[in-house]
């Protein structure tokens, strides 16, 4: 459909000031982080959306995905704008996008039964800063929270900084309401648990706007005590001393909420001030009382386990201070921005995995030695390393972190850079069983390998697309492979 | 237009890591960097070719072979031919030796103009140019920030000049050298896509004495002018950590530290 056409109707179902054509917020809706240092240079491949709407009610989401299905229409789903895989990006020429942005009201936060109903367009660190005044966190402390909204951290099945103890977000969710193609608008209701049949929560949240458009959230509440926060650190001799030191304290049934351990290269950007040319290991523990001193003293004991691999323990207040200045604002976006047009490097590009507990050591060291035997560019590499950053009972992620320098033209710049490095690490890990996405989701740039990530269960990942959108019109090329988007990703 | 670029590679002091342990750079892990001025320059020769694409762009550097693929990087710009200058009896050469070496290929070469930087960020004595001039008998310029590239093209070589923060004007005879500062003025082109892999092996010519038939007395340690009495590392200590808060004390005590270091 033309762009005038499309405007036309667009005016008929939202008022004017709904409906934004302002070139510079289309080219900016075009991509998102995956591709931050071409846009930053102007120098992106993908068409612009033709419009981003705003809607004000659930009921005005169901009429513009009705539109656009009987229409087929591209839509990007979008409230909050952090993605980091190209699950913002826009490969079709008519598209359209859903911001969320008018979906802003905080409907009820239930301190009795512990939980609060957004809607899809609050931003996260505005709803934990009202839930801390009130003694409540809503435990979900990703980097982006100053910026980060939370329909979007529900699709992309977002994970926190203290995801060890309160989970991600997928462990917070107790109810939600989403719009399908079609219009249907399907509300999950909030109880404490059912076994009403499969848990269908689990067909939204994660579904990276590839199946509907979430308009409301319930999340779960939890007591704040930071009063209680405890900081433990280690530096090791190695990644496999620091892993084992994380696996203890988590098989022994403690839940610290931070449990992290990083390799010499990553402790440098990070602690340079302590690391000392070490591994670095770091907990904290919270909650009430009696649990963040018993946490404290399960990591005590584990450390004490491994005391061969213990070159020495961290001062708990360089680690209080670390966690204090560890989120980033939409002022650290915009520097880095002006960053990258002055420089030709960048920071932060990452790969995140995860395994069990035996092969997670095992996948990092592949990883290592493959880009630094195979990667054609390794000698503008200025960090290769990575952290584990979220563990669970059975094993725990890997977080590749690179930088370079950058010396080829900017639009050439994944080609170059990022994309081979990451398809070492998405081998290495779907070779030894691992997932190749712990939580940054799928995104446009790992749909390649959609299918050998699910193996045989991609048959019912197919099987919802199918049935919920049989016309595709959903965030197209996100988690679904698509020819048609290839020449953007290779 | 037939310009001769000089270019260096030098450790990259930015990344150099230190053994704290020992107190000394660990020279063998430093990567090699193109040294900025002679990149401002490399780059203002391909902005003449990229004006006028007949122009012929030739790049000289003289070290080890291990430089090559670095060099090749250089190569995959546009840069039309890569001669390097690589003997044994050059190691130790000081800047007249190296002058003189430099000086030696240059002779045989029929070139419009001499680019290359003013200043190497690991030597820093600023010798090279003036004393390859010097041997070839042509003017020479320091510290040039840009140049009227169709005034070049037009066999006129028409110099801003930074003159201890002044910027003087000058013009200059050709064929001469032209010895830029590192600035924003001129910028390297990128290595697109296409070109990251592509074997430029051809385009390499190494230089050896045989080639040169220079005499042994006149290059290396023996045919220096100047020698290395000592060198030294600044000793490095640890320092106790001061943490202060974001508040007008600590802000204070931030800024009368960045003063006192003379960062402000």
Known sequence: ?490 | MKIICLVKFIPDVENIQFDKKKNVLMRENAKLTVNPDDETALAAALKVKELAPDTSVEIVTMGPKGVTRKFQDLLRRDVDKGILISDALYVGSDTYATSRILGAYLKTQQADCIFTGTHSLDGDTSHVPAQIAEILGIPQMNNVITLDMDQLLQGKALLQVNSEGDTLHFQMNLPGIISFEKSREYKMPYIRYEDFQRDVSDKIKIFSNEDLQLKEEEVGLTGSLTEVSRTFMKEVSKKDSITVKNDDEGIERVYQFLKEKGYL
């Not at chain 1, 059912?194 to 706007?209: F, K, W």
């Not at chain 1, 201070?321 to 939409?330: A, P, R």
Request: charged share 30%.
């Open chain 1, 1 to 490: 459909m033309k762009t005038k056409d499309l405007l036309r109707e667009l005016e008929n179902m939202l008022t004017k000031d709904q409906i934004n054509t302002d070139e510079e917020d289309l080219y900016d809706a075009s991509a998102d982080r995956y591709k931050k240092y071409a846009k930053v240079r102007r120098v992106l491949d993908v068409p612009k959306p033709q419009a981003i709407v705003y809607p004000n009610t659930a009921e005005e989401v169901s009429k513009l995905l009705k539109f656009c299905n009987e229409n087929k229409i591209n839509v990007i789903p979008r409230s909050g704008k952090t993605a980091t895989e190209g699950g913002l990006e826009n490969w079709k020429e008519e598209t359209i996008v859903i911001d969320a942005k008018n979906l802003n009201k905080t409907i009820k936060i239930d301190e009795y039964n512990m939980q609060a109903t957004v809607q899809a367009g609050v931003v996260l660190g505005e709803l934990e800063e009202e839930l801390r005044k009130r003694g409540y966190t809503t435990g979900h402390s990703p980097q982006s929270k100053p910026v980060a909204k939370m329909g979007g951290l529900v699709a992309t099945r977002s994970i926190g900084q203290l995801s060890t103890l309160y989970g991600g977000i997928e462990d917070m969710v107790v109810g939600l309401e989403c719009v399908f193609p079609d219009g249907h608008i399907s509300r999950i209701k909030n109880v404490s648990r059912r076994a009403g049949g499969p848990d269908i929560r689990h067909i939204v949240i994660g579904n990276e706007g590839a199946l509907c458009y979430i308009t409301e959230v319930t999340v779960k509440l939890f007591k704040y005590f930071p009063e209680n926060n405890e900081f433990h650190g280690f530096l090791v001799k190695d990644m496999d001393t620091g892993i084992k030191v994380l696996r203890e304290v988590m098989v022994n049934g403690y839940r610290p909420s931070v449990a992290r351990c990083y390799s010499e290269e990553d402790a440098k950007q990070h602690f340079y001030h302590f690391y000392k040319d070490h591994c670095v290991v770091i907990f904290m523990a919270e909650g009430n009382k009696e649990i963040a001193e018993a946490t404290g003293k399960g990591i005590e004991m584990a450390a004490e386990k491994f005391k061969e691999g213990i070159v020495e323990k961290v001062d708990s207040g360089l680690l209080e201070e670390w966690f204090e200045n560890l989120n980033w604002s939409q002022q650290d976006i915009d520097d880095e921005y002006e960053g990258m047009l002055e420089n030709d490097s960048h920071t932060g590009f990452t790969t995140e995995v995860s395994g069990d507990w035996e092969t997670i050591i095992k996948i990092y060291h592949n990883v290592m030695k493959r880009i630094k035997e195979e990667y054609h560019r390794v000698e503008d590499l200025t960090l290769l390393g990575g952290h584990s950053s979220h563990s669970y009972i059975n094993g725990t992620n890997m977080y590749f972190v690179y930088n370079y320098e950058i010396h080829c033209a900017p639009e050439d710049e994944m080609r170059v850079y990022h994309h081979p490095m990451q398809r070492i690490i998405v081998e290495e890990t779907l070779k030894l069983g691992g997932s190749m996405c712990h939580h940054h989701g799928i995104g446009k740039f790992r749909n390649e390998w959609t299918k050998e990530e699910h193996g045989s269960a991609y048959y019912m990942l197919e099987k919802l697309k199918e049935s919920f959108d049989p016309n595709n019109i959903m965030n197209f090329g996100t988690i679904y492979p698509q020819e048609e988007g290839e020449k953007y990703q290779k």
